[in-house]
């Protein structure tokens, strides 16, 4: 059964994103980063939040490198959104619900992992109970606004176990599972 997992970079302040979804801090954190790089091979199956799929990729124009993981992934795309498009999108399912999105990511995925981009996507799959890790790269510079990691309005206390603590010259990576 595969495993869901949420993964970004992050800056030390605690943003995926900037100011209205912005990527393009992340360029100058990309780098090697063999957490990162081996991850690619174990995923199969991306869950993505609708404004992740259609966000700011750091490398769009980049035909080498636009795409999830720097264009190194390709594979199942299950996107959660309300707004399923009329034109068909190859290796991308659109799904109105996040139990479905998540079976059909699931199935999509086999044995291997589920990788859930998006904030707002993978804060629904945490509350619902359906997030097993997460792996966040943490990038040494601070942003001061934006989409952060984790946002929950009032607050709410997650368990969390590490896994591993690994650096790269480009992050420090934190891989945690979350505890039930």
């Known amino acids: 059964m595969a495993t869901m997992l949420y993964s970004a970079t992050m800056s030390l ?9 912005d990527m393009s801090w992340l360029t100058e954190h990309l780098g ?23 966000g700011d990729d750091p490398n769009k124009g980049d035909p080498e490198r636009e795409g999830a993981f720097g264009g190194r992934w390709t594979g199942p795309q299950i996107v959660l959104t309300h707004h399923i498009p009329d ?12 139990g479905g ?20 996507v993978a ?17 040494p510079v601070m942003l001061g606004d934006g989409v952060r990691l984790f946002d ?18 480009t992050a420090t990576n934190l891989w945690l599972r979350v505890r039930r």
């Open 13 to 21: 302040d605690g943003f995926i994103a900037g100011p209205d979804g």
């Open 32 to 54: 090697p980063n063999p957490e990162a790089e081996g991850l690619v091979d174990r995923i199969g199956a991306l869950l993505v939040g609708n404004r992740t799929f259609r």
């Open 87 to 98: 034109t068909a999108v190859p290796d991308v399912t659109f799904v109105g619900d996040l």
């Open 101 to 120: 999105a998540v079976a059909a990511a699931k199935a999509a995925a086999g044995d291997k992992y589920v990788n859930v981009l998006g904030a707002d």
């Open 123 to 139: 804060r629904q799959c945490l509350e619902a109970g359906e997030l097993d890790e997460i792996l966040v790269l943490i990038a």
């Open 152 to 169: 929950h309005p009032g607050g709410t206390h997650v368990r969390l176990e590490r896994l591993s603590l690994t650096e790269a010259p």
